[in-house]
């Protein structure tokens, strides 16, 4: 989804200076909670470390998958330009590479990854973006057979992420592909050049697995390099709309029309380094909320005007959006406590204490950013906890989850099959760092088929006490990453849910009385 950076991925040399070093420490400090704290999750290790091969961009992406259909996922991860990618599984309190003899690597450099059952035979398959093009891996009872699939990639670009969603209900998967300038005619902070902005793709499904390009047709090309793009429902019709963040660009949502177009709507978004995008109620009103995030404060501004002409403005900070409906959204990054905050790609919300309330956890620090070779950004972890009357987002290292190395993004999966949702760190040039959740709370887990008619879909579940949390299956989220499909509820304390409510985009509607605690619950 999150996500660019400082160009949303900038080539900036210059001395380090020390105003570039007060940035940094701007963008590193932090706003403990006061509170209690929570139990620190539990740090596990894992065989797999990304390689970037310069002359390539230096991403990876990940796709939490269930290659055999057990019960149990897996992490695709990918590798970097020769190096094999990995699949990790959780066995013996570690994560094992087991990519050998699935037939899922390849040697180009691996970017975006989307976990999805493409041809509805109840396998999961793979999408993934690679330096040299997108590829499907069909998946046969975890062996995949891979098939490259035809796009009219603009020149000098590369594929960074896949998104999918039945975009006109007809039953099928169609896919969006975010688009971004190759490494080597990438130019930083490039705002103007059009021959620099490379539009993305929009690929309708024939019902077969082949793909017609609607682009052009669809409306949906968006304006600049693009890290993420996420579909998502933002008004609640049962049709996916598409967020696109974009680098050295505004921020572009897409209005599903239901007849294979999109119409942009008008938001207030300034000229940003768009990179990650993070999707969530984050309010518990029922609808989906968007965390953009940003280079933050650990680059001077002036560092990154580029080409700007005079009257264009830019900024650095992230950028929070609550959903008030109607495609109107509010901007509460002060609000919420996130202002001010440093250099940032992918970003999850995930409710990681089982209090009810979704908090967030940002990948951060560039590998190109001389400063961030020395002095690394910890990464953040929030709690949301209420303070003066309103609620906010609070860093808590206490949860012992900070991640000093170069983080691309959070990914969210149950690991060891508790039911409790884990935290995977994926890192460019460095180690997957994988941590178990062992918050106390109570909490139910709703498993959700991986497939294409499921994508959208909203499980509301209502408390004894009047209380009703929404979480809603949206894929590609963080950058060029690809999340669990389980929606998960934090429950703290109460110990009754009256009931479940599974609404799905096609307009059925079930619902599962008091659904048990502490426990997966599958949904058919």
Same mark, same amino acid.
């Given at each position: 989804m999150k996500a660019g950076s400082m160009s949303t991925y900038p080539q900036i040399c210059i001395t380090v200076s020390l105003v570039g070093c007060l940035f940094l420490l701007s963008g590193c400090a932090s706003r403990s909670a006061s509170l209690a704290e929570p139990e620190p999750l539990t740090q596990i290790p894992a065989d797999f470390t990304h390689v970037w091969k310069k002359g390539t961009h230096p991403f990876t992406g990940a796709a939490v998958i269930d290659i055999d259909g057990d019960g149990r996922f897996e992490i695709f991860v990918g590798g970097g330009e020769g190096q094999r990618d990995a699949l990790l599984s959780y066995r013996d309190g570690r994560l094992v590479n087991i990519e050998r003899g699935t037939g899922l690597s390849n040697m180009s450099a691996t970017y975006g990854s989307t976990a999805i059952d493409m041809d509805a035979d109840g396998d999961t398959d793979l999408l993934v973006a690679r330096e040299d093009g997108v590829y499907l891996y069909l998946n046969d009872g975890g062996r995949f057979q891979e098939r490259r699939i035809p796009v009219n990639l603009p020149v000098d670009s590369v594929p960074f992420s896949v998104a999918v969603a039945d975009i006109d209900h007809d039953g099928d998967g169609d896919l969006y592909i975010s688009v971004f300038v190759n490494a080597k005619t990438f130019r930083s902070a490039t705002f103007n050049d059009p021959m620099h902005a490379k539009p993305n793709r929009m690929l309708l499904n024939n019902g077969d697995l082949t793909f017609t390009d609607i682009t052009d047709s669809s409306g949906t090309a968006g304006k600049q390099n693009t890290f993420q793009s996420v579909f998502v429902d933002l008004d609640s019709d049962g049709w996916q709309d598409l967020v696109v963040s974009q680098n050295t660009g505004a921020v572009e949502i897409f209005r599903n029309m239901k007849d294979r177009t999109f119409q942009p709507v008008a938001v207030k978004s300034e000229f940003g380094f768009w990179m990650g995008v993070a999707v969530g109620d984050i309010d518990n009103d029922g609808d989906q909320d968007l965390l953009f995030t940003n280079v933050g404060r650990s680059i001077p501004l002036f560092l990154t005007s580029g080409d700007l002409r005079d009257s264009q403005r830019h900024t650095h900070d992230w950028m929070l959006w609550r959903n008030d409906g109607d495609f109107r959204f509010a901007d509460v990054t002060d609000e919420y406590g996130l202002a001010g905050e440093g250099f940032a790609w992918g970003a999850v919300f995930e409710d990681l204490n089982l209090d009810g309330q979704l908090d967030l956890a940002v990948a951060q620090?560039?590998?190109?950013? $001389?400063?961030?070779?020395?002095?690394?950004?910890? !990464? #953040?972890?929030? /709690?949301?906890?209420?303070?003066?009357?309103?609620?906010?987002?609070?860093?808590?290292?206490?949860?012992?989850?900070?991640?000093?190395?170069?983080?691309?993004? $959070?990914?969210?999966?149950?690991?060891?099959?508790? !039911? #409790?949702?884990? /935290?995977?760190?994926?890192?460019?040039?460095?180690?997957?760092?994988?941590?178990?959740n062992t918050a106390t709370g109570n909490y139910i887990t709703m498993v959700v088929p991986d497939t294409v008619a499921n994508v959208g879909t909203r499980i509301s579940i209502e408390t004894d006490q009047g209380r009703s949390y929404t979480r809603a299956v949206i894929g590609s989220v963080g950058t060029m990453t690809d999340q669990t499909p389980e929606l998960s509820f934090g429950l703290g304390r109460h110990d009754r849910v009256l009931r479940a409510v599974i609404q799905r985009p096609n307009g059925q509607t079930d619902i599962i009385s008091a659904p048990p605690l502490n426990t997966k619950t599958v949904i058919h």
């Open positions: 620090n560039y590998i190109k950013w $001389p400063i961030h070779k020395w002095f690394k950004l910890s !990464g #953040r972890t929030y /709690l949301q906890r209420a303070e003066h009357g309103s609620r906010m987002f609070h860093h808590t290292p206490s949860l012992g989850i900070e991640n000093n190395y170069f983080g691309q993004s $959070p990914v969210i999966v149950d690991l060891n099959g508790d !039911g #409790r949702q884990d /935290l995977l760190w994926l890192n460019i040039d460095g180690p997957v760092r994988a941590f178990l």
